[in-house]
């Protein structure tokens, strides 16, 4: 078995590990044994091979792993208008049904109607608002 597939596994090993991890530090460490596996390729000594890893584990550990962070920790753009309502709780005025209902909501009066259209979701009750669609609000009941 050729250097550069071991190479390749390792790329591929380190990956998928990424993925369970979400760090971008495995990732980066993937792309390094990838093109490590270019240079095994193209006939690269043992030692020059190593020095390949090296270099780009620790460019991509540098210098692309801050950047990536910055951008997953970004935080959450602001939401306006009907976006802004989904997530909040509500109080049913009138029974929901899959056809009708009447749900208190930031202080306004909105018809409802639940996610399930099976559910029928009594008066009195809280709820969540899943989505809006339209004027309508696709609620769920909070247990």
Partial sequence: MGEWVIWLIAA???GIAEIFTLTAAL?????AALITAGSAAIGLPLPAQLAVFAVASAAGVLLV??????H????ESQRFGVEALIGKSAYVLQEVTGHSGRIR?????????????????T???TVDVMQISGSTAIVYPRE
Avoid: F, K, Q
């Avoid at 997953?72 to 935080?75: A, E, G, S, V």
């Fill in 105 to 121: 909501l930031n202080g306004e009066e909105w018809t409802a109607r639940p996610y399930d259209d099976a559910v029928v979701i």
């Fill in 12 to 14: 591929v090993v380190l």
């Fill in 27 to 31: 990732g980066m460490l993937g792309a």
């Fill in 123 to 125: 008066a009195g009750t």
């Fill in 72 to 75: 997953m920790l970004r935080p």
């Fill in 65 to 70: 792993r801050p950047a990536a962070r910055r």
